[in-house]
């Protein structure tokens, strides 16, 4: 069992590169089996598909996307930024999911996006009916909205600002980003005290 989750887990790494640099329909399965290592009849035992393969390495990326982004609807500028972050950090994620947009039918994304986005929506428009954001922007408007602005320097949108320009000024980009979601979301500029209490809330999780 031990060497099957071992396989199974380097086929996972190797398609990830090999999906995230060519895409589905690029990609090819003898590739990603000499990466791995492995028989190429073993990736359709395991995954039975190119196509499930390409869905399977997709899902346990964005599971650990979920994870790690949590929104909290009192801070979405530092949602926003944690946001941004991710998607730097995870230049191989966001250039799978670019891929699947492309080549995938309109309507037909993965069911755990539509759950998880329907999921953060339900959240944003409950804290605006509390009167904890403001209600110019629908709450499935402004999460699209946070979205495309914290990933809009990444890998797979780039807005046209070099690499070596995003690493020099990280910081800057932070600053207006937040500052735009504050704007769009309606909620006024942090306290010292209310960011003290969300970075003890962030450490805790």
């Excluded at 791995?36 to 073993?42: E, F, I, R, V």
């Excluded at 926003?80 to 972050?85: C, G, H, K, Q």
């Excluded at 495309?148 to 780039?158: D, E, F, P, V």
Aim: charged residues 25%; hydrophobic residues 45%; proline residues 4%.
């Amino acid at each position: 069992m031990r060497n099957a989750e071992a396989s199974r887990q380097r086929i996972l790494e190797a398609a990830t590169a090999e999906f995230s640099a060519h895409g589905i329909a690029g990609a090819r399965v003898d590739r990603i089996a000499k990466a791995a290592g492995c028989n190429k009849n073993l990736i359709y035992i395991y995954f039975k598909s190119k196509d499930n393969l390409f869905k399977t390495v997709l899902k346990k990326h964005l599971s650990s996307a979920y994870e790690t982004l949590p929104v909290d609807p009192e801070n979405l500028p530092d949602f926003a930024v944690r946001v941004f972050d991710f998607a730097m950090a995870n230049p191989e994620l966001m250039r799978l999911m670019a891929w699947h947009n492309l080549e995938t039918k309109a309507g037909r994304f993965l069911e755990e996006r539509s759950v998880e986005r329907s999921g953060k929506v339900a959240l944003l428009a409950r804290a605006q009916k509390a009167g904890q954001l403001g209600t110019a922007l629908p709450a499935g408007f402004l999460m699209n909205a946070i979205l495309a602005l914290a990933t809009a320097w990444s890998a797979a949108n780039a807005v046209g600002l070099p690499d070596t320009e995003v690493k020099k000024r990280p910081a800057a980009l932070r600053r207006n980003l937040a500052e735009a979601i504050r704007l769009l979301a309606g909620t006024p500029k942090p306290t010292s005290k209310r960011r003290e209490n969300v970075g003890q809330r962030r450490r805790r999780r």
